[in-house]
């Protein structure tokens, strides 16, 4: 170990470290003044940015291969640091709204996005479930946060953390039947060890299957969605806009570097089964997000289904003259979903009354009699969220379906665009509730949630209409590093 | 004469088998809880014994990983156990259904 391994590791020691001393920090700020807390959580995201800009192009291996930095990891880890500043301006007025303001709430958020940070850089699988745990446990406690003043929350928690745990024992019985089939737990040695013949192909393959099982769980694609409604509706609003991007970013990470760079041969073999669960999420996402009444179950069937999108991007990497296109149409998508995805979330928290009420969609009638600005905002998110275009949800399909028609799979390029036709309906039923009836929505207006709300709807309008810059840097990082 | 890895294998293997099916089985909480960490001490047996077969250290040293966060996860679950029991006197996972739809 040298202090260049360190250095490679920074942005999660940084975040880390912060969180830790931010904890005692919290000790010291009176409750009146969490806003403080909240401020340094954002500077120490802030600061750990520093390192990950500064050495953007460099590719590095670090501690043995166990932690690597490429393209793919500084771009992801640029995303997840920009989601965890935006959910702490998402949850400062919530918080206060609730009525559960503790300084807790920061550093808990923190630690989750040092799990993130350290996932995009996870090379070796040890680290995979360390920093799936290190992303998920402070997210079960969070989901809980309002449990004194909301059973719901609570409840949230609790299936969280079941389903959560549950996953986990699947990815560790994963990892170590990928040890035993190939000495080895580290993501490149994998490789190379499966280049050269394995004895075992059974034992890699049963591995390979309980670790998808097991981020399928995390990042929610169908069969193992069920938790997801339930815990994105009964956790605090501003906790499920974290989870909805960075829990499903960080599994995508993970599930991309591992199908990719440890054992594409095996996703080959498992092929069929990708695109079935790929398919499945997409139909069953976007079906069952009609029949929902209250909008954070519609948006977590939303996630789903979006899900599902960048889970076509398993399948495609297979081919290796695909797989950079693919890995960069994920990334790119992945920053679009979190854009759109984080100001549809703003939207809702604005609504979202002080007694937990205000989320029916019903309750969004009149919006765009009363506050067109907050309206506009919504009908550009949702149309992103669909697909439609100058948005910048557009771009990031358009790239998706054409890996997935490269890649030959022009049955499943059929079910996306299909589903993402039917998902017009519930997205435009938003709209036309907004636009076509007449209520009195009570809308919360704060200085940081609109700063948010300008941010994400700037980011998605602008994106779509120039999404050159960004998708150049995607397609960059399949270049170093992570592509072989 | 030293045992064959394969046994401690399929040992490992019906643990685990019999982890899942108790979190999918059984209603009460703390019972989840245990077959989750009968899952991952399977995973723990599986290591030692890869660990023992390759003669290496890494399956030895992931297990204590294992333990730590599983350890973790116990406090964490535990404690919401303990705070969905004071509200609503059960712990029976049928009961803890008032999100759906």
Known sequence: ?484 | MTIPTNYFLALSGVLFILGVLGVLIRRNSIVILMSIELMLNSANLAFIAFARAFEAHTGQVLVFFVIAVGAAEVAIGLSMIVSIYRSRGNIDIDQISQLKG
């Open chain 1, 1 to 484: 170990m040298t202090t260049a391994d360190l250095n490679v590791a920074l942005p999660f020691i940084i975040v880390a470290a912060w969180a830790c001393i931010l904890l005692v920090i919290d000790l010291f700020i009176p409750a009146d003044r969490k806003g403080l807390t909240a401020l340094l959580a954002v500077a120490g995201m802030g600061f750990a940015s520093i390192p990950v800009l500064l050495r953007f192009e460099e590719s590095n291996r670090a501690f043995n291969g166990m932690i690597v930095q490429d393209g793919f990891s500084s771009f992801l880890q640029l995303l997840l640091l920009g989601v965890g500043v935006i959910s702490v301006a998402l949850a400062y007025d919530y918080l206060q709204r609730r009525k559960i303001v503790k300084g807790e709430y920061y550093t808990l958020l923190l630690f989750s996005v040092s799990g993130m940070v350290l996932m995009a850089q996870a090379g070796d699988l040890i680290i995979v479930f360390l920093a799936l745990e290190l992303l998920s446990v402070p997210l079960y406690v969070l989901s809980g946060f309002a449990a004194k003043s909301n059973p719901e929350s609570e409840e949230a928690a609790m299936k969280y953390f079941l389903l959560g745990a549950f996953a986990s024992g699947f990815i560790v019985y994963g990892i170590a039947l990928v040890y035993g089939a190939t000495g080895t737990t580290e993501i490149e040695a994998i490789h190379n060890v499966l280049i050269s013949g394995v004895s075992n192909l059974g034992l890699l393959t049963v591995g390979a299957v309980l670790i998808l099982v097991g981020l399928g769980f995390k990042v929610a694609v169908v069969p193992f969605h069920m938790w997801t409604p339930d815990v994105y509706d009964g956790a605090p609003s501003s906790v499920t806009a974290l989870m909805s991007v960075g829990a499903k970013a960080g599994g995508f990470a993970a599930l991309l570097r591992l199908f990719l760079a440890g054992f594409p041969e095996i996703a080959a073999n498992l092929a069929p089964i990708l695109v079935g669960v790929a398919a499945l999420t997409l139909i069953w996402g976007n079906i069952a997000a009609i029949a929902q009444q209250n909008i954070k179950r519609m948006m977590a069937y939303s996630s789903i289904s979006h899900a599902g999108y960048i889970f076509m991007m398993l399948p495609a990497i297979v081919d290796s003259d695909i797989a950079p296109d693919a890995i960069s149409a994920a990334l790119f998508y992945l920053f679009v979903y979190a854009v759109s995805n984080l100001g549809a979330w703003g939207v809702i928290l604005a609504l979202e009354r002080a007694d937990g009420g205000g989320l029916s969609i019903d309750d969004y009638a009149g919006l765009g009699e009363r506050n067109p600005g907050l309206a506009l905002a919504m009908a550009l998110f949702m149309l992103s969220l669909i697909g439609v275009p100058p948005t910048a949800g557009f771009i990031g399909k358009f790239f998706l379906f054409r890996v997935v028609l490269d890649a030959n799979m022009i049955g499943l390029a059929l079910v996306g665009v299909i589903t993402s036709l039917i998902s017009a309906y519930y997205y435009l039923r938003v709209v036309v509730v907004m636009y076509m009836r007449s209520g009195d929505p009570q809308v919360r207006s704060e200085r940081w949630l609109n700063a948010t709300l300008w941010l994400t709807a700037l980011g998605t309008f602008l994106l779509g209409i120039f999404p050159g810059p960004l998708l150049n840097l995607a397609s960059r990082t399949g270049l170093f590093g992570l592509v072989p």
